[in-house]
């Protein structure tokens, strides 16, 4: 790492390589959570809900069309680059954020973009800035599945990450008993959060239209 920056996009770890690899570890993740909460192991339950949130968010932008390919770690496809800088921005003044650039890099950033995706196609009828198939079926699935449900889910997932933060920063500071009882509702909730957002992901994967029209490859 000598004369690199540890704080750029460059992955540290191997990712997963293609989709046999991506569903033994999802499958993996999901079993080690169940054996977690039977063993009323929290800790490891909220950390396993959290990296899975992570992934299903990131999964979203890829079949969005974020994502030119699922090797590219944040970088967005030159297909959509100017929808998504338009989105991000129009939700960035309309809220009065002090966020300059888009990115899908970290959970809070993917939150945000997702609420400024959701509120653009529920306001917006017809986008020019890509092909007309993919925003009509975007605006249909989403619109099908619930504007202001994907933005509760959002929500709600802010909240949650919120008191998975606060409990991983004070484990050294504060008792175990003052929140161990709080431990398991975040673990239940952090599973439940997960599920809902795979289930978006679902809606906006189907049959990878989305990806086909914007002429991506579907990997």
Known sequence: MKGKDIMSNERLLKPVEDMK??????????????????QEFYFESIHISYAIIEDRTRSFFYHLGYLETRKEFCKCAKGTNEFFKVVFR????????SKKNKTISGLENKLILISAVTEFVK???ECRLVPKKYYELLRNRMEKYGFEKVLDI??????????????????????IFDFKDRLK????????ISDKIDEIVKVIKS?????????????
């Open 21 to 38: 690899d991506k569903q033994m570890t999802y499958a993996f993740l999901k079993s080690k959570r169940k054996e977690a909460v039977k």
């Open 90 to 97: 129009q939700y960035v003044s309309k809220n009065k954020l």
């Open 123 to 125: 306001e917006n009828a």
């Open 154 to 175: 959002v929500e709600e997932t802010r909240k949650w990450k919120a008191l998975r933060n606060e409990i991983t920063h004070a484990l050294a500071n504060k008792t």
């Open 185 to 192: 509702k975040i673990s239940d909730d952090g599973i439940i």
């Open 207 to 219: 049959q990878n239209l989305l990806r086909k029209y914007l002429g991506f490859l579907v990997e």
